[in-house]
Every structure is written in structure tokens, then in C-alpha cells.
């Protein structure tokens, strides 16, 4: 057992934590709950049905984790503004440079934080490739057509501002 789920976390522990850094926006607490979620998974493996992939399935668990851990320290789960860890860049631009582009991406965080959570939700999986259309369905319980369907017309509401 202790083998077979090392591989499973070699399998989807990068997804876990690619699905909770679009959650949360920290490295930090990502890692920590990407831990806590193989640890759950592995108390709770008996419940485990298969109605799902066992990436829908940690991904679940994941997000369980995550609004848990945002209701304890008193944040919604999309509250934060800075949705992407900082980048380390090679470069320093110049500074007027610079602040248009913090404005244009704070501007854009700020339209996908107005949409609606599956809808942000879907965004930001697909933004950091965290998911494949059909994965995302599976999680939400749809079909990979809805997911499509769905990240297309979030995505038209985002144009339109």
C-alpha cells in the first residue's frame, strides 16, 4: 500500500499542487496542503468509490482542504489579490514600463476575481494548465463539453471588459 501510494503521488502530487497554487497563490500553503492532501487521502482511502479519476479525487480533497484552511484564518478562498506567486525576473525592466505592466495584470486579476467561482475556477486551471478540459469537468462533475463550454464563455466575459 505504502508503495502504490508513492506512486500515485508521483503521478498527481505536481497536479495537486498546480490545482492549489490557482486556489491559494502561494507556494507556501500550497506545498503544505498538497501534503495534507495525500495524507488525507491515505486515512481515507477505504471511501474512496472510483466514481472518479483519483486526480478528480485528490483534487476534491485539495479544495476541501483549502476553503477549510481559508475559513480558519478568516479569508474567502479568492481573496487574495496576488493570484500568481511573484516572478523572478531576469531583467528589470523600466520602471514605467514596469508599473503598466503590474497595472495590466492587476486589472486582469481583478475581471477573473468579478467572475463567478466555477467560472474563475476555471480560468485559473486552465491559465497555469494545472488541467486538461476533461479533468476539470470530471472535478466539477460535468462533462469535459461543459468545462469547454464554460471556460469559452468566461473567457468572452473577460473580453468584453
Not at 88 to 108: F, L, T
Not at 118 to 128: D, F, G, S
Amino acid at each position: 500500500m505504502k508503495k502504490e501510494f508513492e506512486d500515485y503521488y508521483e503521478m498527481y502530487g505536481r497536479k495537486v499542487y498546480s490545482y492549489l497554487l490557482t486556489l491559494t497563490g502561494d507556494s507556501d500553503i500550497s506545498q503544505e496542503l498538497t501534503q495534507e492532501t495525500f495524507l488525507q487521502a491515505l486515512s481515507s482511502v477505504g471511501r474512496f468509490k472510483g466514481e472518479c479519476s483519483v486526480c478528480t479525487w485528490l483534487c476534491s480533497i485539495a479544495k476541501n482542504l483549502w476553503r477549510n484552511e481559508a475559513r480558519r484564518r478568516g479569508l474567502h478562498p479568492s481573496a487574495d489579490e496576488e493570484m500568481f506567486p511573484p516572478e523572478e525576473d531576469r531583467y528589470q525592466p523600466a520602471p514605467d514600463i514596469s508599473a503598466e505592466q503590474k497595472d495590466s495584470k492587476m486589472y486582469v486579476l481583478r475581471q477573473v476575481h468579478s467572475l463567478p467561482e466555477t467560472e474563475k475556477e476555471i480560468i485559473l486551471l486552465r491559465a497555469t494548465g494545472a488541467m486538461t478540459f476533461a479533468e476539470i469537468g470530471e472535478l466539477f462533475g460535468k462533462t469535459e463539453n461543459w468545462a469547454r463550454v464554460t471556460f469559452y464563455r468566461a473567457k468572452q466575459k473577460l473580453r468584453k471588459e
